[in-house]
């Protein structure tokens, strides 16, 4: 397959050979990204992909889907026996027009509801002010408590007050176990129709390393492409609970996916590579991986407190945490991202609870353990790494964001100038380079 690309477009080749050496010789410690494996991506990049098939299995808009169909259904199997569920719906072509559909599904114009609050670690989509969720319903936000814990009597007050239809529980930046039960309590003392957002844990709750939330929710969303592993997409569950909810909850689903959400034509490419992460993900040994990635996100956590960085709540029970950076100063978090960007980790700026500064100056960094764990690193690098962490945080931890754009460019520009030159960095990157070459990718 390469030989044809390297042929046909040299240039298009040439900035994959690129990037396939960047993630090779650092450390992706993005929490929602990972490394598929060569099945996956042989199944994405199948002749699958030039076929259309508007519909469902056996109800297509389309001629020549029996193929197709036997594709969709293997991959629908495989979700309901893994997550343990009576429906799933593996169409979405991500997490965000999933999240959308169960809205159309269960949610009418102006219709109140609740999610975690973007900067204390919920998702866009679950009713941020900047996105369509919080345009077409009435959203209210619920919080961490100053511990970073999630607040959970102020989810109860707030949907006893408020009454919503629908209440989203999981996130994106959130290192603790989501109760899923007490959530469950507050739907069903409300009416509510809870949603279980396990994009960032699917691959933990397969694992056995997260509770699942089937016995407790009425719709699971997830995305494929984080601790599941899988290629970019999404999928949507209805559980026996949502069933008992309403029976019809299955088909409001697959109608708000297609025909009457945001999507046409379903990526049957993407379809089968979900199939064959799920696959992949029901062998022993993801097992074994789920809670190595618990394993080293705990053993990374403990040894950047141990190096004086506070981490929120205090540490993880999952595969990701969030540096606190304010006591050091607000905005701190672009400096730290770029500096362990030129030391070859990779990781993203992030808002903090009770943020002081915008979401593009953040204070924070949200890093995670999933893909360096696909590798094959166990407690003993997560040590080394965290080590090389602290050593880039001291770099920049003098660092002074302004509060005059102007101002803040430039010295934005400078300080980037610096840290290129700086020999510590410089170090770290020769260690993350020796380490990386240590554990090849998939
Ligand atoms: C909890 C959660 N839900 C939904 C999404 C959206 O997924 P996508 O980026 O595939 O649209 C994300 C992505 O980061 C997420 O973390």
């Known amino acids: 397959m390469d030989a044809f690309l390297a042929k046909t477009d040299p240039e298009m080749a040439g900035l994959i050979a690129a990037e396939t050496k960047r993630r090779q010789e650092g450390l992706e410690m993005i929490p929602s990204e ?52 009576p429906h799933a719906n593996v169409q979405p072509y991500s997490g965000s027009p999933a999240n959308f559909a169960v809205y159309l599904a269960v949610c009418e114009n102006g219709d109140v509801v609740m999610g975690q609050n973007l900067s204390d670690g919920g998702h866009l989509t679950h ?114 609970k949502g069933l008992q909810k309403d029976a019809e909850l299955g088909q409001k689903i697959d109608k708000a996916v297609f025909p009457a959400g945001v999507q046409g034509g379903p990526h049957e490419h993407q379809v089968a590579a979900i199939g064959v992460a799920l696959k992949e993900a029901s062998a022993p040994a993801f097992k074994e991986y789920a809670g190595q990635i618990v394993k080293n996100a705990k053993a990374l956590a403990k040894e950047l407190m141990a190096r004086g960085i506070k981490i929120v709540s205090d540490g993880t029970d999952n595969h990701l945490m969030v540096l606190d950076l304010t006591p050091h100063g607000k905005g701190l978090g672009i400096f730290l991202e770029e500096a362990l960007d030129m030391a070859g980790i990779t990781v993203n700026k992030n808002t903090v609870p009770q943020e002081s500064s915008s979401p593009f100056y953040p204070s924070g960094v949200r890093l995670g353990t999933p893909a360096i764990t696909t590798r094959g690193m166990k407690e003993e690098e997560m040590a080394q790494i965290g080590e090389y962490i602290a050593k880039v945080f001291n770099e920049i931890k003098g660092c002074k964001l302004p509060d005059e754009k102007e101002e803040r460019i430039a010295y934005l520009k400078d300080s980037r100038k610096k840290l290129e030159e700086n020999a510590t960095i410089k170090e770290v990157r020769e260690s993350v380079r020796l380490l990386c070459g240590r554990y090849p990718i998939p």
Not at 49 to 71: F, L
Request: glycine content about 8%; charged content about 25%; overall charge positive.
């Open 34 to 85: 990972n490394h598929t494996s060569p099945a996956v991506l042989e199944a994405l990049a199948s002749i699958l992909n030039d076929k259309y098939a508007e519909g469902y299995p056996s109800k297509r808009y389309y001629g020549g889907n029996t193929v197709i169909d036997k594709v969709e259904k293997l991959a629908i199997d495989r979700a309901k026996k893994l997550f343990g569920v």
């Open 127 to 240: 009713g941020a002010k900047v996105n369509a969720s919080a345009r077409f319903f009435r959203s209210v936000p619920y919080h961490v408590r100053q511990d970073g814990y999630l607040d959970m009597d102020e989810v109860r007050q707030l949907a006893k007050e408020h009454k919503p239809k629908l209440i989203w529980c999981g996130a994106t930046a959130y290192s603790r176990e989501i109760p899923f039960e007490e959530f469950g309590k507050i739907a069903d003392e409300t009416g509510a129709y809870l949603v279980a957002d396990i994009a960032h844990i699917a691959g933990l709750v397969i694992g056995g390393a997260h509770k699942s939330p089937a016995p407790f929710v009425h719709i699971i969303t997830t995305t494929t492409h984080k601790t599941l592993r899988g290629p970019r997409g999404a999928m949507i569950m209805v559980t026996e």
